[in-house]
Nanobody, 114 residues
Framework: VQLQAFGGGLVQVGGYLRLSCAAS????????MYWYRQAPGKQREWVAS???????NYADSVKGRFTISRDNAKNTVYLQMNSLKPEDTAVYYC?????????WGQGTEVTVSS
């Protein structure tokens, strides 16, 4: 499975960005998709997930500000990020899992400036 994430950039506090992650696999629709992030000097952390059926979950730190969604026709998962804060600055990775194997995109950098 190949994942390609894009959409990051520099944004001011309170701004918004939409990240996208395109998957190479035709079975995309049958698997959950995840977004993680890694801030400088910190461990990678889970941000949001969307199941094959469209159920979503969010980390408390982004709940109410971020929205994860998927378009199975395009094999793409999105992360709409609103009301961005400096602490959202990180490299964002999309992820999917097959049994015990994790597949990661290359990451897209988000910088929120004050």
């Amino acid at each position: 499975v190949q994942l390609q994430a894009f959409g990051g950039g520099l944004v001011q506090v309170g701004g918004y960005l939409r990240l996208s992650c395109a998957a190479s696999e035709s079975a995309f629709s049958t698997y959950s998709m995840y977004w993680y992030r890694q801030a400088p000097g910190k461990q990678r952390e889970w941000v949001a997930s969307v199941s094959s059926g469209g159920s979503t979950n969010y980390a408390d730190s982004v709940k109410g500000r971020f929205t994860i969604s998927r378009d199975n026709a395009k094999n793409t998962v999105y992360l709409q990020m609103n009301s961005l804060k400096p602490e959202d600055t990180a490299v964002y990775y999309c992820n999917t899992k097959r049994s015990t194997i994790n597949y990661w995109g290359q990451g897209t950098e988000v910088t929120v400036s004050s």
